[in-house]
């Protein structure tokens, strides 16, 4: 096995990573409700620590000329995503908080949707760990924005290359992706 420099993205490794990991062939039924021939089950990244590294590294050098205030996205699969790409952020010596969104309110304590050392007008990003429709990712910008945060990107592990991308730009989302399905070699 190869191991990248944990302080450097290398991109050519999360492919690897990604096809050793987190993809499976066989029938599946997706969020959007769409049906696939595979899966992308990147909290076997996401919650490793090459895999947690390397996206977090990536996540960074798409921020680095752009810094938001914070860094989020919805429970459960992107509160890892936050958690690294604070952690190294703090580690290179950049100011960025994280934040969570909920599913649903919080039904005891403040009852927040959205939780973290945010505050309303915060600039943040959203982060994801695959998009496919966004129709999930599009409910959490819109609690984030309901809170009062300012949405312009996201930024997800994998974009399944299904429409997502256009449904966020008619939001006025910019969309990034550290890859596609065409990176890993699978036919849309």
Same mark, same amino acid.
């Given at each position: 096995?190869?191991?990248?420099?944990p302080?450097?993205?290398? *991109?050519?490794r999360?492919?690897?990573?990604?096809?050793?990991?987190?993809?499976?062939?066989?029938?599946?039924?997706l969020?959007?409700?769409?049906?696939?021939?595979?899966?992308?089950?990147?909290?076997?990244?996401?919650?490793?620590?090459?895999?947690?590294?390397?996206?977090?590294?990536?996540?960074l050098?798409?921020?680095?000329?752009?810094?938001p205030?914070a860094?989020?996205?919805?429970?459960i699969?992107?509160?890892?995503?936050?958690?690294?790409?604070? #952690?190294r952020?703090?580690?290179?010596?950049?100011?960025? *908080?994280?934040?969570?969104?909920?599913?649903?309110?919080?039904?005891?304590? #403040?009852?927040?949707?959205?939780?973290?050392?945010?505050?309303?007008?915060? *600039?943040?990003?959203m982060?994801?760990?695959?998009?496919?429709?966004?129709?999930?990712?599009?409910?959490?910008?819109?609690?984030? *924005?309901?809170?009062?945060?300012?949405?312009?990107?996201?930024?997800?592990?994998?974009?399944?290359?299904?429409?997502?991308?256009?449904?966020?730009?008619?939001?006025?989302?910019?969309?990034?992706?550290?890859?596609?399905l065409?990176d890993?070699?699978?036919?849309?």
């Amino acid at each position: 096995m190869t191991i990248a420099s944990p302080l450097l993205y290398d *991109r050519s490794r999360l492919i690897e990573l990604v096809k050793e990991y987190a993809l499976s062939f066989g029938d599946f039924t997706l969020a959007s409700g769409a049906k696939a021939n595979f899966y992308l089950d990147c909290r076997k990244l996401t919650l490793s620590g090459e895999g947690a590294n390397q996206i977090a590294a990536g996540i960074l050098a798409l921020l680095e000329n752009d810094m938001p205030d914070a860094v989020g996205g919805m429970a459960i699969g992107a509160d890892p995503i936050t958690a690294a790409v604070i #952690t190294r952020a703090w580690q290179s010596g950049l100011s960025l *908080r994280g934040f969570i969104v909920r599913k649903e309110n919080k039904q005891h304590g #403040t009852g927040r949707q959205v939780e973290g050392p945010i505050k309303e007008k915060d *600039r943040v990003v959203m982060l994801e760990d695959v998009v496919t429709s966004g129709g999930s990712s599009l409910k959490a910008i819109q609690h984030a *924005r309901d809170y009062g945060l300012e949405v312009d990107r996201i930024i997800t592990i994998i974009d399944r290359q299904a429409g997502g991308r256009e449904r966020f730009e008619a939001e006025g989302v910019t969309f990034y992706s550290l890859l596609t399905l065409d990176d890993l070699g699978i036919d849309t």
